[in-house]
């Protein structure tokens, strides 16, 4: 799946594969797009108001998609919509006239989506800042790439347009360097490696990804084994590309869940409220001096004990 945001629209892009075949395009899209679409319903109203085509044409509900088809979906912003500005505390690393980079909080969601408008990370910035980028349109000014809910760590936000452009730019180029310090379920025997799998939804549970080959992005994570420690190994991740939850699905795939990932792992949560991966590196050129820049944050605290409470002495540096 694809999905583009340019300030007004968000546009989905999907080739039907074999395990959707002969379905209701409604129901298809319902399924195949549940991000974005959240009821069937809704996906019926905007088949009708043409906001969704199939091959470059309009379809019925009805009409059952065929393996192979080209289905485009333009989500209009909500109308009337307005998200609050909330005093909400956010760890600012470094804050400029261009540019913030936030060390997020495990548990804040980075922009509103449907059913969860408060409590983001935009809602906190449109508090703390006057002006932020409009490319990405009122629910999500200034986020140029996004970190999940329950992943710690950093990422930057653009204050301009700009610097937004720039930043994309940067990241399409593979210029932004992003460093993930991970706590993976089980020995890793390899001391280092390349994970070069494809990243696409989950065929059936459409609130995961996987590694798959149909409707999928090209994905590569790179990783250095820190300290294995009593079933567990402490793991750097260096991501090639940014694919929606990538170290999460590549170390799960090849049999490492991250410890306290109960979507891709096990039922143990090891006492978190989330997976134990967080965003440490994070290093571009300025948009506006063309220096190149560099920000770590370490992990929070209960990330740190679940590892101390496993090893007396542990250092987070390779």
Do not use: W
């Not at 991970?182 to 070069?196: H, K, L, Y």
């Amino acid at each position: 799946m694809n999905d583009f945001f340019d300030g007004e629209n968000s546009l989905i892009e999907i080739t039907v594969c074999s395990e959707f075949s002969g379905q209701r395009l409604d129901v298809f899209c319902f399924k195949a797009m549940s991000e974005y679409i959240l009821s069937r319903n809704y996906a019926q109203k905007l088949i009708e108001a043409g906001n969704i085509s199939v091959n470059g044409k309009r379809m019925r509900t009805n009409y059952k998609v065929k393996e192979g088809d080209f289905v485009a979906c333009v989500l209009p912003e909500p109308e009337n919509l307005s998200i609050e500005p909330e005093n909400i505390p956010i760890d600012i690393v470094y804050e400029d006239s261009d540019l913030i980079v936030i060390n997020k909080a495990r548990g804040m969601v980075v922009h509103p989506a449907p059913g969860n408008y408060s409590g983001t990370l935009v809602n906190a910035l449109l508090y703390r800042c006057d002006d932020l980028s409009d490319i990405n349109g009122m629910i999500r000014p200034g986020i140029v790439h996004r970190i999940d809910k329950d992943t710690t760590g950093l990422l930057v936000v653009a204050k301009n347009n700009n610097t937004h452009i720039s930043l994309s730019e940067q990241l399409k180029t593979h210029d932004i360097k992003r460093e993930y310090i991970a706590f993976a379920e089980g020995i890793v025997n390899e001391n280092s490696g390349i994970i070069n799998l494809p990243i696409g939804r989950h065929p059936v549970d459409r609130k995961k990804m996987a590694v798959r080959t149909e409707n999928s992005k090209e994905a590569i994570t790179h990783f250095n084994v820190i300290k294995r420690l009593q079933g567990h190994t402490l793991v750097v991740c260096n991501l090639e590309t940014g694919r929606t939850h990538q170290i999460r699905v590549h170390l799960s795939h090849i049999g490492h869940p991250i410890a306290g990932d109960t979507l891709y792992g096990l039922r143990d949560t090891h006492g978190m409220a989330g997976q134990a991966l967080h965003a440490r590196k994070l290093s571009f050129t300025h948009p506006s001096s063309g220096k190149l820049v560099s920000f770590e944050a370490e992990p929070p605290a209960d990330f740190t004990e679940l590892v101390k409470g496993l090893s007396e002495s542990v250092s987070f540096t390779i």
